[in-house]
């Protein structure tokens, strides 16, 4: 019986920790898009900025 339920825990933590780290790789793609987004718009400015 333990068995069965030592299989079942194992199999609930690693579905878990699964879903840890795609929300994880979720969070890191949001912060990553964020910062290239910042850098591009910064980018732009600063070319407008040079140009006048």
Known sequence: MSQIIGENVRDKLS???GQV???KNQILNTYKGINTYKESVYFTE???MTKK
Do not use: V
Request: proline share 0%.
């Open 15 to 17: 579905r878990y920790s």
């Open 21 to 23: 780290m795609a929300i």
């Open 46 to 48: 600063e070319k407008k």
